[in-house]
T-cell receptor, first 112, second 119 residues
Framework: SQKIEQNSEALNIQEGKTATLTCNYTNYSPAYLQWYRQDPGRGPVFLLL?????KEKRKERLKVTFDTTLKQSLFHITASQPADSATYLC???????????FGKGTKLSVKP | GAVVSQHPSWVICKSGTSVKIECRSLDFQATTMFWYRQFPKQSLMLMAT?????????EQGVEKDKFLINHASLTLSTLTVTSAHPEDSSFYIC???????????????FGEGSRLTVL
């Protein structure tokens, strides 16, 4: 079955630095991969989607890369701010209806 | 952006009772809605896919008779936890993608979640 792993349960960085989160998957070739942000007690919020034929995608301070050979995606937040502190989830599509499987998430803490 | 609303946001019930959670798409139509469950420090686990006007598709290990799903309209899906027990206590989250579009964008719009505590 498909397996998706986010290698760090938690990541602590200093404000202004770049945060890099990793997502690895096995036993699957997704058409696209997504990243979501989840705050405590809230539902996830969509951030970025990257397709299998795309290497990199950017949105403001966010950058996502997708290496289908390594089966890995990297999620970067540049010039991080305390407000970026949250849990970040990666997700893969596993069905034609758009259902996703999620990683456990990486809890990012940005210290001022 | 698209808005998905869930109600109630939290509920406490006694063991053996049933609880209904509503999921509404407020500004778009959703032929398909998804119900997820999330335990503390765990990932979201897909429970079932809810299709408007037809029976829901349940994931392996999810009891369809315990978690009743109804998707009667393009803007409303409900999840009823029947005969709830303490082990059903969890964070239930619904999501939807927009009707009439292919899944080539794939973005899901999530509700705020419903925290269920069964005593």
């Amino acid at each position: 079955s498909q397996k998706i792993e986010q290698n760090s349960e938690a990541l602590n960085i200093q404000e202004g630095k770049t945060a890099t989160l990793t997502c690895n998957y096995t036993n699957y070739s997704p058409a696209y991969l997504q990243w979501y942000r989840q705050d405590p007690g809230r539902g996830p919020v969509f951030l970025l989607l990257i397709r299998e034929n795309e290497k990199e995608k950017r949105k403001e301070r966010l950058k996502v890369t997708f290496d289908t050979t390594l089966k890995q995606s990297l999620f970067h937040i540049t010039a991080s701010q305390p407000a970026d502190s949250a849990t970040y989830l990666c997700a893969l599509d596993v069905g034609s209806q758009g259902n996703l499987i999620f990683g456990k998430g990486t809890k990012l803490s940005v210290k001022p | 952006g698209a808005v998905v609303s869930q109600h109630p946001s939290w509920v406490i019930c006694k063991s053996g009772t049933s609880v209904k959670i509503e999921c509404r798409s407020l500004d778009f139509q959703a032929t398909t809605m998804f119900w997820y469950r999330q335990f503390p420090k765990q990932s979201l686990m897909l429970m079932a896919t809810s299709n408007e006007g037809s029976k829901a598709t349940y994931e392996q290990g999810v009891e369809k008779d315990k978690f009743l799903i109804n998707h009667a309209s393009l803007t409303l899906s409900t999840l009823t936890v029947t005969s709830a027990h303490p082990e059903d206590s969890s964070f239930y989250i619904c999501s939807a993608n927009k009707a009439g579009r292919t899944t080539n964008t794939g973005e899901l719009f999530f509700g705020e979640g419903s925290r269920l505590t069964v005593l």
